[in-house]
């Protein structure tokens, strides 16, 4: 049986004081949920201060970006081991990544491989455009994230990975897919890519999870589809309707 697994990306919000006040302010609700694995992605600058206030909690720390390489000069970036020491998982592969920054197929699979090396868990996300949803073209985007994007990794066991499906134009718009759309992508195409790489077993045990606007108000219609063990949570992870979140999807 897969566990529901909850993440808040806090994208870039919060000063390490803000950030400290938030925790504090979720801590309580959050700790109240204990069937559901719950995990924190903060800033780097906040995540030594917030590993302090999650000491001695089952509640996971995860950064939200890092490189393939172990060191050497690439200014501005940080490696698997760095986070490694405060934090156990790790989002890889962010649309917003890939629009901003640059993110390829390629950089991802080096990144994730690099971060299954050093023992974080990653959070790898896949979706597709407005325009790719539009042209029909959401299969051949996703196959082709999931397949390229996870080549060649030694993957033998479900609990190793994440994957988040987050539809591009449902990312901080307010417009969230349909439980029954989310969940035709998330088992059809995503769990599907993953039973080619690594195998029925395997695939059958990884969390998939749902992004884009999702809400205390329509969580549950995600939760309850078959195939979606969970969410990566926006902007709905900055305040309290975290934990509404958390706890619809342990119901």
């Known amino acids: 049986m897969r566990i529901p697994f909850v993440a ?6 919060k000063t390490a004081e ?3 006040q938030l925790v504090a302010e979720l801590l309580p609700g959050l700790q109240s949920v204990p069937s559901v694995e719950r995990v924190l992605c903060p800033p780097f600058p906040s995540i030594m201060a917030i590993s302090a206030m999650l000491a001695g909690t089952d509640i996971g720390l995860g950064a939200q970006n890092m490189h393939w390489e172990a060191s050497g000069a ?9 986070v490694k020491e405060f934090c156990q998982y790790v989002i890889l592969g962010h649309s917003e990544r890939r629009a901003y920054f640059g993110e390829t197929d390629e950089t991802v699979n080096r990144k994730t491989a690099a971060a299954l090396a050093a023992g974080l868990i990653p959070i790898v996300c896949v979706g597709e455009t407005l325009a790719e949803n539009e042209a029909l073209r959401t299969r051949s985007v996703i196959e082709r994230q999931m397949m390229q994007g996870l080549k060649g990794l030694n993957i033998t066991s479900g609990s190793q990975i994440v994957i988040a499906y987050e539809p591009v134009w449902a990312i901080g718009t307010g417009r969230a897919a349909s439980g029954a759309g989310a969940n035709e992508v998330v088992g059809g195409m995503v769990r599907a890519a993953l039973v080619d790489l690594f195998g029925v077993a395997v695939a059958r045990d990884v969390r998939i999870l749902y992004g884009g606007s999702v809400t205390g108000a329509n969580a549950a219609e995600f939760f309850g589809q078959p195939d979606i063990d969970g969410a990566l949570v926006g902007g709905a992870s900055l305040k309290s309707d975290f934990i509404e979140i958390v706890k619809a999807a342990a119901q």
Do not use: I, L, P
Not at 8 to 13: D, E, R
């Open 18 to 20: 803000q950030a400290r």
């Open 8 to 13: 808040g990306n806090w994208k870039m919000n």
């Open 74 to 82: 690439y200014t501005g970036e940080v490696s698997a081991q760095m």
